[in-house]
């Protein structure tokens, strides 16, 4: 399959506008049908190879696709369908499900999902509560 893998951000020099770069890669004849497809609009890297551009952050990596007419698209449902399910639930479902979702659509490895890590090593062993709730007292 057609994939575009993330490769930085630049700012287009008339608008100013924030664009994304992926290059792409594929079998012979995707690389092919894709450069086909881009006509004179074509951008290639050199040392990395054919070139996608998006005005919108697509995450690390995405599908291409074909439309029935030849243009390429991001096929982008696997994050809307995660968007979906994660709405569909809610509450705390829905968050655990919208930020594993976010995590992988980043890039981001499983217990690598914060870019900060909260150091615990001051804190006490365990923390108990008199009857009526309100004093804490530290172990």
Known sequence: MLKATFDGNYRKKDTGKLMSR?????????????????????????????????????GKSVP?????????????????????????????????????????FLGLTAGNTTAATVAVDDAPESVSASAEGDDLTAH
């Open 64 to 104: 291409l696709g074909f439309t029935q007419d030849g243009r390429v698209y991001a096929d982008t449902s696997e994050m809307e369908n995660a968007a979906s399910v994660a709405a569909r639930f809610g509450g705390n479902l829905g968050q655990a499900i919208a930020d594993a979702a976010a995590a992988k």
């Open 22 to 58: 992926y290059v792409v890669s594929g079998t012979k004849e995707e690389l092919e049908k894709y450069a086909a497809s881009q006509g004179n609009f074509l951008r290639v890297d050199e040392k990395k190879g054919p070139l996608y551009f998006s005005q919108d952050f697509l």
